[in-house]
């Protein structure tokens, strides 16, 4: 539970130190990554000749836990929700959507889903309005499109949308859909919260700064204190896909407290004084350190939450990490997204239940698709372009052929680089234990080798002492695909040079970062893939800098 007298530890911090001086060094920023790429295959890979040692599988591979893979079980209809606190700001008035005459052709469910996937397809601006037409479809489960818009919504309307869903009879609707309208009420609640802070305008004196945090910022950060206090108590009664997006906008709310209180003015006395600045800004981050780790956990909650329903290209988690790679640049999170992977496969749908696969976010595919249509192999392509359900990943662990297999091995890397669980890395291992060692499944082995000893999660990862080096698995296996002289050799020294740059130590000498740059240059000079080759170049130029910014 959130204590408010600890959430308001930054106000002193601004009081105290607008009127002292000290000295102070500021902390060296972390070296970047190179901006991410679009996957695309390589060109026809020559097979390797390759010791068989380093591709050894170990017999002990852990894989996911059965009760991720179901959809929750209980069918108790979640407790109802209080009103929101006075202080959370009102939605904004283009959250309002026009009546629309409700379509009275879709009792059948065949015919409701062929309404569902055209609404899906029609443009961005006309989306909300087709969906709103299906709100009464018989042949839909019970609040399903008012969950769906909700969750198409902007972040800020989403109580919006959902809230008139809840007031019906709560036997009309699944407890599951119940608990996802419930998340996305509170996520729009929080989605708004804080309000925008009191502005001062220059000049920017010290009593005149002193006197303004003392007064509206100090109000105004008890008032929104309690209101994401509050709000957040409602998200941890949520469970499964209401607690992802509620506990994912709690984090935000908390972090976009963080960015405010780093906006507030300072005295031009500080402004003007480096190593003030440099100390007031140390001061001021220790003081919002208790509130950072708050917003830190809330969003890692919500990616447990995602991970589980299986979503992989969701607005909602592409935030998350976002945010938190910005707040604990040290420790980040989308480390692994410069990683090369092969593309997944592009597919044109051909039936309706593919349609919807392609465009449902993965919890709405979960819901509404029959658990036996991904056997089918196509339909499970089309979900892996959003993300896999868990009934689709149980499935995936049953792949017969090279390809499925292959395919299947592609998803579960997929899931270890945007989540970093360790047993997404060992269930690609097992999938690709009986392929070639050479050739793409060769490589995509030796990556999950090289990836299955790190963090056992995202959270396990973010917790981690910052400055302290990452572990990771065995790269021997990739770094001898990397020997090869082809394109996708080349790949796999970009690749292991990557690795090797998450894995360096704070103190790394530069003789370290002169291998490195040569390492992502020797890996540019076989990668004919444009994307890639930059973005091997660029990492290259970036170890250089770090390089040069080492004392002599």
């Known amino acids: 539970m959130r204590n408010l007298a600890t959430l308001s530890l ?89 009546p629309r005459p409700l379509r009275s052709s879709c009792a059948d469910p065949a015919a409701a889903r062929a309404a569902l996937a055209d609404a899906l397809a029609s443009p961005a601006a006309q989306q909300q ?10 042949g839909l ?18 109580d919006v949308v959902a809230a008139p869903a809840l007031s019906r009879p709560a036997a009309s609707i699944r407890p599951l859909i119940t608990g996802a309208l419930q998340g996305h009420v ?3 609640r929080l989605a708004r919260l804080p309000s925008p802070p009191p502005r001062l305008e220059p000049p920017f004196d010290k009593q005149r700064v002193l006197d303004h945090i003392r007064g509206p910022v100090a109000r105004w950060l008890v008032e929104q204190s309690e209101a994401v206090e509050e709000t957040s108590r409602a998200a941890e009664r949520l469970t499964f896909y209401g607690r992802a997006v509620a506990a994912l906008e709690a984090g935000m709310a908390d ?27 140390g001061a001021l981050e220790e003081s919002l350190d208790p509130r950072k780790a708050r917003g830190r956990d809330a969003v890692l909650v919500a990616l447990g ?12 988690v592409t935030r998350a990490r976002a945010l938190l790679a910005k707040m604990y640049g040290g420790r980040r999170i989308d480390a692994l997204d410069a990683l090369w992977l092969p593309s997944l496969p592009e597919l044109k749908a051909a039936t309706v239940e593919q349609r919807l696969a392609l465009s449902l976010p993965t919890f709405y595919s979960a819901v509404l698709l029959d658990p036996a249509v991904v056997s089918d192999e196509a339909t499970l392509v089309a979900l892996s372009g959003r ?47 009986d392929a070639p060692h050479t050739g793409e499944p060769g490589l995509l082995l030796a ?3 090289a990836l299955r000893g790190g963090p056992e999660n995202a959270a396990a990862m973010m917790r981690r002492a910052p400055g302290k080096a990452l572990s990771l698995g065995d790269p021997r296996a990739l770094e001898q695909v990397a020997k090869g002289t082809d394109e996708l050799a080349g790949l796999a020294a970009y690749d292991a040079a990557v690795l090797r740059e998450l894995t360096v130590a704070p103190d790394a000498p530069a003789a370290f970062w002169d291998d490195l740059a040569g390492r992502y240059d020797a890996a540019a000079a076989r990668i004919t893939l444009p994307a890639w080759r930059a973005r091997a170049t660029s990492a290259a130029a970036a170890a250089r800098a770090i390089r040069a910014a080492l004392p002599r």
């Open 186 to 188: 509170v996520a729009g």
């Open 305 to 316: 939450d995602f991970a589980a329903v299986g979503a992989l290209s969701d607005p909602r």
């Open 10 to 98: 930054a106000l002193p911090a601004l009081s105290y130190l607008i009127g002292c001086g000290a000295a102070g060094v500021p902390a060296r920023p972390p070296a970047a990554t190179p901006a991410a790429a679009t996957a695309e295959a390589p060109k026809r890979p020559a097979p390797l000749e390759l010791d068989r040692a380093p591709f050894t599988v170990p017999l002990d591979l852990r894989t996911e836990p059965a009760h991720l893979m179901d959809l929750p079980a209980s069918e108790l209809t979640p407790a109802a929700l209080p009103a929101a606190p006075a202080s959370v700001p009102a939605p904004p008035k283009s959250c309002a959507l026009a």
């Open 141 to 158: 489960p019970g609040g399903f499109v008012s969950a769906l818009r909700a969750e198409l919504a902007p972040a800020v309307c989403a």
């Open 447 to 449: 990556l999950a080798l």
């Open 255 to 281: 972090l976009r407290m963080v960015e405010a209180m780093r906006a507030m003015p300072v005295s031009d006395e500080i402004a003007r004084d480096p190593e003030l600045r440099s100390v007031y800004e």
């Open 387 to 433: 993300g896999v359900p868990g009934p689709a990943r149980r499935a995936m662990s049953g792949r017969a052929t090279p390809e499925a297999k292959r395919q299947a091995a592609v998803l579960r890397l997929r899931f270890g680089q945007t989540y970093w669980r360790a047993f997404d890395f060992d269930e690609a291992a097992t999938l690709l234990r």
């Open 129 to 138: 309005a087709e969906l709103a037409a299906l709100e009464g479809c018989a």
